[in-house]
């Protein structure tokens, strides 16, 4: 059977996906949301020329033969009270960061430059180029300007960027609601007692957390037996939810146990596929069900996690209105790989700079299991289907794992 290559499946994923519509949040509670529209600024910033230093507002002229040159000064400007008069020549007004800088001046002596003289004079020690030390009123931007795109996930820079615009709402997409059900008879939850035969679910807890990174709300389904009629329950809750998108984890294999693609086609799921040519990940099952798209994720832990970094998170970001760009980059090889098969093979590897670009080394093991090596992991090799054995030092592609 020829498998799903990886790109037809995300295609077929994101096919028909409508963006959430948009809503009004306080800025406060904008951390994590994804901007609905451009954001344009309601005001210029800085909106008058500041001083970057502490220090004297002065005239660039008297500072350029600076030693004995003395300076009466004439007032004082602070942020939020600003100096009123104008600085003439051989005058000098003391001036704080952020305090609007005077008429009649044109540069900032740094008072380290300065020394202070009884008779309410100073010396300038240094000459000091004209401008220096001055923000010119909207060197961040200004009015109107568009300071942030739409689609923008909206991090610390962004939501105080955001404030400084102006903007005490922001609009952002509706989150999108990510249902997860964990299957299997053997998992119990971190912190439960395991049986002799039992493993600590650990895939939900990941993919939530990678959901919610990228601005998803996460409903948790629990941990749910190899049983038909409790995954057939588990799906009717998500759905129930308004989830837009069940993710499950397990049971998607070929064993006389993996129920849960019956399960859902029983729920009434229309199958869009089932197996890609991908490693791990060659079980990943994708269908709809009413408006909820399900994503059918293999049990094994680090199969399941690249998945869903593969396909969760541009579906998550779709649905929020933004576009998911994978961090492809070149590197090269620190040690040799075996020629690929049909499948296309994520390789675990750490990728660090070398002298002449960047150096991806394989970890050896590479079982799908194994979580300690995704963790350690800050790159996975793409290696095409038919991939040729590469030798160190051969050029390779690198997925950066944010
Ligand atoms: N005869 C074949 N056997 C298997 C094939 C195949 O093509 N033919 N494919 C293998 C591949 S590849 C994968 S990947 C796995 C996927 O299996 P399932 O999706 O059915 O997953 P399970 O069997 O339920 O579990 C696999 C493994 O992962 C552990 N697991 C499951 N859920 C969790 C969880 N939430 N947290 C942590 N660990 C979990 C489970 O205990 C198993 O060890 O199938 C191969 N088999
Ligand atoms: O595809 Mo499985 O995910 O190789 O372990």
């Not at 799921?269 to 709809?288: E, Q, T, Y």
Request: hydrophobic share 45%; proline share 6%.
């Amino acid at each position: 059977m020829t498998l799903l290559p990886v790109d037809q499946a995300l295609e077929r994923i994101l096919d028909g996906v409508k963006a959430l519509p948009g809503e009004s949040v306080r800025i406060e509670d904008a951390g994590g949301r994804v901007l609905a529209n451009p954001l344009s600024a309601m005001r210029t910033q800085p909106p008058f020329h500041a001083s970057a230093m502490d220090g004297y507002a002065v005239r660039a002229e008297d500072v350029q033969t600076p030693r004995g040159l003395r300076l009466r000064v004439i007032g004082e400007s602070a942020a939020g009270n600003r100096f009123h008069g104008v600085v003439g020549i051989g005058e000098a007004v003391r001036i704080f960061t952020g305090a609007p800088v005077p008429e009649g001046a044109d540069t900032i002596l740094i008072q380290e430059n300065a020394t202070s003289l009884d008779d309410g004079f100073i010396e300038a020690t240094s000459s000091v180029a004209i401008g220096r030390h001055i923000r010119k009123a909207g060197l961040d931007f200004h009015d109107g300007d568009v300071v942030l795109e739409q689609g923008r996930l909206l991090g610390p820079a962004g939501i105080g960027l955001a404030a400084a615009a102006g903007h005490a709402h922001l609009s952002v997409t509706e989150r999108p609601l990510v249902a997860i059900i964990a299957t299997g008879d053997e998992l119990v939850r971190p912190g439960e007692t395991c049986g002799p035969d039992q493993i600590v679910a650990s895939n939900g807890f990941a993919i939530g957390a990678l959901a919610k990174n990228d601005g998803a709300r996460v409903l948790d389904l629990g941990i749910v037996n190899d049983n038909s009629a409790a995954i057939s329950a588990a799906v009717r809750k998500a759905a129930d939810a308004g989830a837009h998108v069940l993710v499950t984890l397990g049971g998607a294999s070929v064993g006389a146990r993996d129920l849960v693609r019956q399960a859902l086609l029983e729920a009434g799921m229309s199958l869009d596929f089932w197996k890609i040519a991908m490693r791990p990940g060659k079980p990943l099952m994708f269908g709809r069900l009413g408006e909820m798209r399900v994503l059918g994720l293999p049990g094994n832990p680090v199969s399941s996690l690249v998945c869903a970094q593969l396909f969760l998170r541009p579906l998550v970001a779709r649905l929020g209105q933004r576009n998911h760009t994978p961090d492809l980059r070149a590197a090269v090889l620190a040690t040799p790989l075996r020629e690929n098969d049909e499948r296309r093979d994520y390789i675990r590897a750490s990728v660090a700079a070398g002298p002449e670009g960047l150096i991806a080394t394989p970890f050896p093991l590479q079982d799908s299991s194994m979580l300690t090596t995704l963790a350690a992991a800050n790159a996975l090799i793409v290696r095409e289907p038919g991939a040729p054995a590469a030798e160190p030092g051969s050029r390779c592609r690198v997925l950066m794992l944010g």
